[in-house]
């Protein structure tokens, strides 16, 4: 059985290192136990060489929740996807809408997207729409939102990738897209990696949903959604409740 990926993506918290250790500890000794869920923890930036560092095997993979477009040079502030190889990261978080609403762009986040996927790191390449429309509208700008960041990425090279649907309106409200509209949005996604790259390529790659799942809702729009797994933002700092997300996808 393929394993089910649960990505959380910590965003800008907590705000001591303490706090991260505390939440890592627990989350990593409930991960040990898991048999068919894979955990990926995006902490801050500054977080990641020492959860790195005190992470003794890989029930939990650390990842990032973002990456510049370029390997080296005058970017003040930024960080390079060699230098996240080189810590020994296998996931970025990549296109997050968060990020997209401060400039980021298609053309930006293909560069992203191909960059590390030619260095061995999976991109967790994250789409979505502002709104749904009765007229379908929402199904064109999906598609050619993974038309665009895709662009840079042969058939060859797409082996790593993970695709995460987060529609916009459903991040940080109250509560998640409906399973049974998720599951219609896994195939459309899905039909459009098959006719970018061929039907086994668009199987073989893991579909998440994201957008306010907690312990709560996880398992209903994990079966019912047909997808390969979840991105967790506010509930992945949340140990109590993300430890209880985790046991019920496992179960
Ligand atoms: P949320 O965030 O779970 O807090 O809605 C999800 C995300 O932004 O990835």
Not at 53 to 69: H, I, L, M, P, W
Not at 83 to 108: N, P
Not at 229 to 251: H, M, Q, W
Request: a neutral charge; aromatic letters at 8%; hydrophobic letters at 40%.
């Amino acid at each position: 059985m393929k394993k089910r990926i649960i990505v959380g993506n910590w965003k800008m918290n907590p705000t001591t290192f303490d706090e991260a250790k505390r939440i890592f500890k627990s989350t990593k000794s409930a991960a040990e136990k898991l048999k068919s869920v894979s955990v990926v923890l995006c902490p801050p930036f500054v977080y990641i060489p020492q959860l790195l560092n005190s992470r003794t095997e890989s029930a939990v993979s650390v990842g990032a929740q973002d990456v510049y477009f370029e390997e080296r040079g005058s970017f003040t502030g930024e960080i390079s996807p060699l230098m996240l190889k080189d810590l020994g990261i296998k996931y970025v978080i990549v296109g997050h809408s968060e990020k997209r609403a401060k400039g980021q762009t298609d053309e930006m986040i293909a560069k992203k997207v191909a960059m590390l996927l030619e260095i061995g790191i999976s991109p967790i390449l994250c789409i979505g729409e502002e709104t749904r429309s009765e007229d379908g509208a929402h199904l064109d700008f999906l598609k050619s939102q993974i038309k665009n960041s895709l662009n840079k990425v042969s058939k060859k090279n797409i082996g790593d990738l993970i695709v995460a649907y987060e529609p916009i309106w459903a991040i940080g409200a109250k509560e998640a897209m409906k399973p049974e509209d998720i599951y219609e949005m896994s195939i459309f996604i899905r039909k459009v990696l098959a006719d970018l790259y061929g039907h086994d390529e668009a199987v073989a790659t893991p579909v998440l949903y994201g957008g306010s799942v907690n312990f709560r809702n996880a398992l209903e729009i994990f079966e019912k959604g047909q997808i390969n797994g979840l991105l967790v933002g506010r509930e992945s700092v949340n140990v109590a409740g993300f430890v209880e997300l985790l046991k019920t996808i496992d179960a």
